[in-house]
């Protein structure tokens, strides 16, 4: 047993003026003190050895596993419209979904069917932005010549009619007289078509019943069904062979429990589902979280949510940052197309297959994104540029 | 997934003194909290304070230690600090530490320009949701390729402007020489590479900095030169696996999403750090003669995509409010708590100094929306009442499709807070979105419904105009 001035000592010889800072606290119980100095005494040493660093020979070699998940469900295919040879008239067909992995997660595997896009068309002129507007406006009271424009000039794989004027308050148009604006568009374009209906809960029933007799045989897809309106959707679908578009806000038990529904009679090679869209920064993060939890479920074998998704991405235009005038914004013919491509983009990565759109600089976006992400590329690393001493142009 | 350390777990090793210092009830609360990732381990200060308790700190500290490491760079109020993250999904819990946005200087600039142009990152802003959008901190790149110049710029921007600062150079010549003139700044230092570990990660360690190690088209060599920068001594790292734009954006996507699953879902502790992107890459890709729209364009998407898929912190050029606006914008939407409804309190809400021929306009309980039509009003200086309907936190045009904007509901709220007695007439005023429902809205509730503007930055103009109060 030392004593405890030989104590003292030892640990000033240790630590010099920093022991004799702590021991002026009498009190201490010896290996209290032992136990609080020996991490401080770590550190010092710590540091003390610092400048002596023990400096490798050679890279230490460490390799990376690329973490690969188990996804025992495949999400549903489904192929929209049909040709000739397949009983309808269309020129070819769309196919969206089969993915077996998170969206994008090239390293496990590319997407199965890269998402595509439809461009909307409306029956009758709407309000809309006014940079929308200017690429629509010779079209606006002619769906024929406005599906002509999306699809030969803007690229849209597919063309959804929105049916608007059936509303009660917006025209109150007849089924029949729906029908005869579906006949001109199936004859304008050779894409495959959708078709939209008003979202009046009177009207979306026999509208959308009446589209899918009379688009018999074009697999097209009718949008949408909700838990309000949902019946006389799924019959139609049923007996004319089409896809219903289950539509609901932004609650997943909700869309498990529409599509419970619609399983009484159509079965899942006939459901795309849609959880609603909302516009970056008005509400964006919802429908991206529930679209990843929606993907992700499907993957993991949940039978009420293996479809692929579609996103009514022109609500983006909701966001006023997207299109109102204002010089402290910037120009809003690019603040615009860039809301709706951000848009996209973030629900492209959620897993979003289906893309219902508008502005064509947007549209070539996301054609272009899906371009360059379906699949890894070869670059070697003298290829990634040193952006460290890059002269970029000045007021750029 | 990594375990998430539960209160039992965190309970011991805390000084279970009771002493409130934290704010907390007691140090069982504390530890409840500590697991909720709802306070900070920092808040427990005797933790830090006395030297009794440093075991317990050390071991609290490898219990709670994210698998995904948190840096700080800079120092004092500004310091940014990133990475710290928990989970893979947003829907697992909130996302900590949003992605850092770094604005380039070039240090070729002359002292006006470079004012100028700190003077413009320092104040970009936008007000949203009640608070201001900001730009977090500077990239100093080496375009000299001279180490003096971009010691003496370094210290210029130090002066400045007490953000934090990123030193970029592939150079260990210039990344020493601006290392040694702003050290006391904590900059974050860009990069050790394949052949410069040696040097740089040398200089990162003697000098205590954050450093980034950039591999590019290789999680292999990022993963041997992380375990290399270790073995040197360098605790705080950021990753740079590479940024291509354009058509290798999948492999960028790919190479982050890799990084990020493998430390959270698969425990990999090697390369648990931060994750760095550079949209700013994509200026290699311009061209002379044309517009620099196009490649601002690309950075956004580059951007975008980083921000979604795990980056930590990005290098950017651009600062145009039409590329930064939806960069920030995407920013909070992705940070924000996943489980908390964005939705304000409904009620009968007074705007200026209002009487019985007041307009009475309503709208949703979804704080945007809230929000949005409250700046507008105030904006207008008008006195008016807002009738803030129950929606279950969703904007008019959601909500109508959803069914949780109807008539009834509508109706119930007019007669719930009152509003036939603070007002001698009955009109309400209801948003263009709602027009659907108004109609009906009159034959339920009995008032005359006036459908206003479908934006709410037409109400000023609209109640200006009078209209509302024509029969």
Same mark, same amino acid.
């Given at each position: 047993?030392?004593?405890?001035?030989?104590?003292?000592?030892?640990?000033?010889?240790?630590?010099?003026?920093?022991?004799?800072?702590?021991?002026?606290?009498?009190?201490?119980?010896?290996?209290?003190?032992?136990?609080?100095?020996?991490?401080?005494?770590?550190?010092?040493?710590?540091?003390?050895?610092?400048?002596?660093?023990?400096?490798?020979?050679?890279?230490?070699?460490?390799?990376?596993?690329?973490?690969?998940?188990?996804?025992?469900?495949?999400?549903?295919?489904?192929?929209?419209?049909?040709?000739?040879?397949?009983?309808?008239?269309?020129?070819?067909?769309?196919?969206?979904?089969?993915?077996?992995? +998170?969206?994008?997660?090239?390293?496990?595997?590319?997407?199965?069917?890269?998402?595509?896009?439809?461009?909307?068309?409306?029956?009758?002129?709407? *309000?809309?932005?006014?940079?929308?507007?200017?690429?629509?406006?010779?079209?606006?009271?002619?769906?024929?010549?406005?599906?002509?424009?999306?699809?030969?000039?803007?690229?849209?794989?597919?063309?959804?009619?929105?049916?608007?004027?059936?509303?009660?308050?917006?025209?109150?148009?007849?089924? $029949?007289?729906?029908?005869?604006?579906?006949?001109?568009?199936?004859?304008?374009?050779?894409? +495959?078509?959708?078709?939209?209906?008003?979202?009046?809960?009177?009207?979306?029933?026999?509208?959308?019943?009446?589209?899918?007799?009379?688009?018999?045989?074009?697999?097209?897809?009718?949008?949408?069904?909700?838990?309000?309106?949902?019946?006389?959707?799924?019959?139609?679908?049923?007996?004319?062979?089409?896809?219903?578009?289950?539509?609901?806000?932004?609650?997943?038990?909700?869309?498990?429990?529409?599509?419970?529904?619609?399983?009484?009679?159509?079965?899942?090679?006939?459901?795309?589902?849609?959880?609603?869209?909302?516009?970056?920064?008005?509400?964006?993060?919802?429908?991206?979280?529930?679209?990843?939890?929606?993907?992700?479920?499907?993957?993991?074998?949940?039978?009420?949510?293996?479809?692929?998704? *579609?996103?009514?991405?022109?609500?983006?235009?909701?966001?006023?940052?997207?299109?109102?005038? $204002?010089?402290?914004?910037?120009?809003?013919?690019?603040?615009?197309?860039?809301?709706?491509?951000?848009? =996209?983009?973030?629900?492209?990565?959620?897993?979003?297959?289906?893309?219902?759109?508008?502005?064509?600089? =947007?549209?070539?976006? &996301?054609?272009?994104?899906?371009?360059?992400?379906?699949?890894?590329?070869?670059?070697?690393?003298?290829?990634?540029?040193?952006?460290?001493?890059?002269?970029?142009?000045?007021?750029? | 997934?990594?375990?998430?350390?539960?209160?039992?777990?965190?309970?011991?090793?805390?000084?279970?003194?009771?002493?409130?210092?934290?704010?907390?009830?007691?140090?069982?609360?504390?530890?409840?909290?500590?697991?909720?990732?709802?306070?900070?381990?920092?808040?427990?200060?005797?933790?830090?304070?006395?030297?009794?308790?440093?075991?317990?700190?050390?071991?609290?500290?490898?219990?709670?230690?994210?698998?995904?490491?948190?840096?700080?760079?800079?120092?004092?109020?500004?310091?940014?600090?990133?990475?710290?993250?928990?989970?893979?999904?947003?829907?697992?819990?909130?996302?900590?530490?949003?992605?850092?946005?770094?604005?380039?200087?070039?240090?070729?600039?002359?002292?006006?320009?470079?004012?100028?142009?700190?003077?413009?990152?320092?104040?970009?802003?936008?007000?949203?949701?009640?608070? $201001?959008?900001?730009?977090?901190?500077?990239?100093?790149?080496?375009?000299?390729?001279?180490?003096?110049?971009?010691?003496?710029?370094?210290?210029?921007?130090?002066?400045?402007?007490?953000?934090?600062?990123?030193?970029? *150079?592939?150079?260990?010549?210039?990344?020493?020489?601006?290392?040694?003139?702003?050290?006391?700044?904590?900059?974050?230092?860009?990069?050790?590479?394949?052949?410069?570990?040696?040097?740089?990660?040398?200089?990162?360690?003697?000098?205590?900095?954050?450093?980034?190690?950039?591999?590019?088209?290789?999680?292999?060599?990022?993963?041997?030169?992380?375990?290399?920068?270790?073995?040197?001594?360098?605790?705080?790292?950021?990753?740079?696996?590479?940024?291509?734009?354009?058509?290798?954006?999948?492999?960028?996507?790919?190479?982050?999403?890799?990084?990020?699953?493998?430390?959270?879902?698969?425990?990999?502790?090697?390369?648990?750090?931060?994750?760095?992107?550079?949209?700013?890459?994509?200026?290699?890709?311009?061209?002379?003669?044309?517009?620099?729209?196009?490649?601002?364009?690309?950075?956004?998407?580059?951007?975008?995509?980083?921000?979604?898929?795990?980056?930590?912190?990005?290098?950017?050029?651009?600062?145009?409010?039409?590329? $930064?606006?939806?960069?920030?914008?995407?920013?909070?939407?992705?940070?924000?708590?996943?489980?908390?409804?964005?939705? &304000?309190?409904?009620?009968?809400?007074?705007?200026?100094?209002?009487?019985?021929?007041?307009?009475?306009?309503?709208?949703?309980?979804?704080?945007?929306?809230?929000?949005?039509?409250?700046?507008?009003?105030?904006?207008?200086?008008?006195?008016?009442?807002?009738?803030?309907?129950?929606?279950?936190?969703?904007?008019?045009?959601?909500?109508?499709?959803?069914?949780?904007?109807?008539?009834?509901?509508?109706?119930?709220?007019?007669?719930?807070?009152?509003?036939?007695?603070? &007002?001698?007439?009955?009109?309400?005023?209801?948003?263009?979105?709602?027009?659907?429902?108004?109609?009906?809205?009159?034959?339920?509730?009995?008032?005359?419904?006036?459908?206003?503007?479908?934006? *709410?930055?037409?109400?000023?103009?609209?109640?200006?105009?009078?209209?509302?109060?024509?029969?």
């Amino acid at each position: 047993m030392t004593t405890d001035k030989e104590r003292t000592t030892s640990l000033d010889d240790l630590f010099g003026d920093f022991a004799e800072l702590v021991l002026e606290n009498v009190t201490i119980e010896l290996d209290e003190l032992k136990l609080g100095l020996r991490p401080m005494v770590q550190q010092m040493a710590k540091a003390a050895v610092r400048p002596a660093l023990e400096m490798p020979k050679s890279l230490i070699p460490a390799s990376f596993k690329p973490p690969l998940g188990e996804y025992p469900q495949a999400i549903q295919e489904i192929t929209l419209g049909a040709t000739k040879g397949q009983g309808g008239t269309r020129g070819n067909t769309v196919t969206i979904g089969g993915h077996t992995a +998170p969206a994008w997660d090239l390293f496990q595997s590319p997407p199965k069917r890269p998402p595509i896009i439809a461009a909307d068309v409306f029956d009758m002129p709407i *309000s809309l932005a006014k940079m929308v507007k200017m690429h629509y406006k010779e079209v606006l009271d002619d769906p024929a010549e406005w599906a002509k424009l999306v699809v030969d000039k803007y690229g849209a794989d597919a063309v959804t009619l929105h049916l608007i004027s059936t509303d009660r308050q917006l025209g109150d148009t007849s089924p $029949n007289d729906a029908a005869k604006v579906i006949e001109e568009v199936l004859q304008a374009v050779k894409v +495959p078509i959708l078709i939209g209906s008003a979202g009046d809960p009177e009207k979306d029933g026999p509208v959308l019943a009446k589209a899918a007799e009379v688009c018999e045989g074009e697999r097209t897809l009718l949008c949408s069904a909700t838990v309000d309106v949902y019946e006389e959707i799924a019959i139609a679908a049923k007996k004319h062979d089409q896809i219903v578009l289950s539509w609901t806000s932004i609650d997943i038990n909700d869309q498990k429990e529409l599509n419970r529904r619609l399983f009484e009679w159509i079965t899942p090679e006939q459901i795309v589902i849609d959880p609603t869209t909302a516009a970056l920064g008005y509400g964006l993060e919802y429908a991206f979280t529930i679209m990843q939890r929606m993907r992700l479920a499907g993957l993991l074998g949940d039978k009420e949510l293996c479809f692929p998704i *579609s996103s009514g991405t022109t609500n983006a235009w909701a966001a006023r940052e997207a299109w109102m005038k $204002n010089p402290e914004l910037g120009p809003r013919e690019l603040r615009g197309p860039i809301w709706e491509s951000v848009t =996209a983009l973030a629900l492209l990565l959620a897993g979003n297959d289906l893309f219902m759109m508008m502005h064509p600089a =947007a549209i070539k976006t &996301v054609h272009d994104l899906v371009d360059w992400m379906k699949e890894k590329q070869k670059i070697k690393p003298d290829e990634y540029p040193d952006w460290t001493t890059l002269t970029i142009p000045e007021g750029a | 997934m990594a375990k998430l350390p539960g209160p039992l777990e965190i309970y011991p090793l805390l000084p279970g003194t009771n002493c409130k210092d934290c704010g907390e009830a007691n140090c069982m609360a504390f530890a409840t909290k500590m697991a909720e990732h709802t306070v900070k381990l920092k808040a427990c200060t005797p933790l830090f304070d006395e030297a009794k308790y440093a075991k317990k700190l050390e071991k609290l500290e490898e219990l709670v230690r994210p698998p995904v490491r948190e840096v700080v760079i800079g120092v004092g109020e500004r310091a940014a600090s990133i990475g710290g993250k928990l989970v893979l999904y947003r829907h697992d819990l909130r996302w900590s530490n949003p992605t850092a946005f770094f604005l380039d200087v070039p240090d070729t600039l002359d002292a006006d320009g470079m004012a100028a142009r700190v003077k413009s990152i320092e104040e970009w802003t936008y007000v949203y949701i009640g608070t $201001n959008l900001r730009l977090d901190g500077i990239a100093l790149r080496g375009v000299s390729q001279d180490p003096k110049t971009f010691a003496t710029a370094a210290k210029k921007l130090a002066e400045l402007i007490d953000w934090p600062i990123m030193l970029c *150079s592939l150079d260990p010549k210039m990344l020493a020489a601006a290392a040694k003139s702003i050290a006391d700044k904590r900059p974050l230092l860009y990069a050790a590479t394949l052949e410069t570990w040696a040097e740089v990660g040398e200089l990162a360690a003697k000098h205590d900095l954050p450093l980034v190690a950039y591999a590019p088209g290789s999680l292999d060599n990022l993963s041997s030169l992380v375990s290399t920068l270790r073995a040197i001594g360098v605790e705080e790292i950021v990753l740079d696996p590479g940024t291509a734009s354009r058509t290798g954006l999948g492999n960028t996507v790919d190479d982050l999403t890799q990084l990020r699953r493998s430390s959270i879902i698969e425990d990999n502790e090697l390369i648990g750090y931060p994750i760095l992107g550079t949209p700013i890459a994509v200026w290699a890709d311009h061209k002379k003669d044309e517009a620099p729209e196009l490649t601002k364009w690309d950075e956004v998407l580059t951007a975008s995509a980083q921000i979604v898929r795990y980056a930590d912190i990005l290098v950017l050029h651009s600062i145009d409010m039409w590329t $930064n606006l939806p960069l920030t914008f995407l920013r909070s939407n992705l940070y924000t708590d996943p489980v908390k409804p964005v939705a &304000v309190e409904p009620g009968l809400m007074e705007f200026g100094d209002v009487g019985p021929d007041s307009p009475v306009m309503y709208t949703t309980n979804f704080a945007l929306t809230y929000f949005t039509v409250e700046s507008d009003i105030k904006q207008a200086g008008v006195n008016a009442y807002l009738l803030v309907v129950d929606t279950e936190g969703m904007s008019v045009q959601s909500a109508v499709a959803g069914r949780k904007l109807t008539a009834e509901r509508v109706a119930e709220t007019l007669e719930e807070y009152k509003v036939a007695d603070k &007002v001698k007439h009955k009109i309400l005023i209801s948003p263009g979105m709602a027009a659907r429902i108004s109609g009906e809205t009159e034959e339920v509730s009995g008032w005359t419904l006036k459908v206003g503007p479908r934006d *709410s930055s037409g109400i000023p103009k609209y109640l200006q105009e009078g209209r509302w109060k024509e029969e």
